[in-house]
């Protein structure tokens, strides 16, 4: 299985479309990062956790599920890079490979030694950009079949009951 821990306000710092949002309204940018995320997860089939430093939202730690991404805000005093170090360690296993999506040099550095996988934020979006044309792609040949009979017939014999459904003989 395949995790990947996303570095929410690190992400939105560094998506021109999330900072532009986080600039006038930033929990409109929290949900549209997780919205993109889950379309990341839907199409990936990677487990998807989008982690949130406490210094944004005062308070206790909070965990919920939002369109099947799990979206987890650190306790004070704890930032998103300690948590998502802390959850890189105890996800890893022989049948994981946790991938952590982050431009903070620093913390690129610590997840190597956990034995995770890095994406930038710009890798993350290049990737992302390719995903939402991949959706595209399938939703517009989804779009461009024509309505399958529930009698499988010829396209002879379909053309013949057009006619008689038109009144042409």
């Known amino acids: 299985m395949d995790i990947l821990l996303v570095d929410g306000y690190n992400i939105i710092g560094a998506w021109p479309e999330l900072r532009v949002l986080k600039d006038r309204d930033l929990p409109a940018a929290r949900d549209r990062l997780v919205e993109r995320m889950a379309e990341y997860q839907a199409f990936s089939g990677y487990r998807v956790i989008v982690v949130f430093d406490a210094y944004y939202v005062q308070g206790t730690e909070k965990k919920y599920k939002n369109h099947k991404v799990e979206v987890i805000f650190t306790k004070e005093n704890e930032t998103a890079d300690e948590r998502i170090e802390k959850m890189a360690i105890s996800l ?15 913390e690129q550095w610590a997840i190597f ?21 991949g959706i595209e792609k399938k939703v517009k040949k989804i779009q461009e079949k024509k309505p399958v009979s529930k009698i499988p017939i010829s396209d002879e014999i379909a053309e013949i009951f057009e006619k008689w459904r038109r009144g042409q003989k």
């Open 113 to 133: 030694g956990q034995g995770a996988l890095r994406k930038s934020a710009r890798e993350l979006l290049v990737e992302m950009s390719s995903i939402e044309k």
């Open 92 to 106: 890893n296993n022989r049948r994981t490979q946790i991938h952590v999506a982050t431009s903070d040099y620093t």
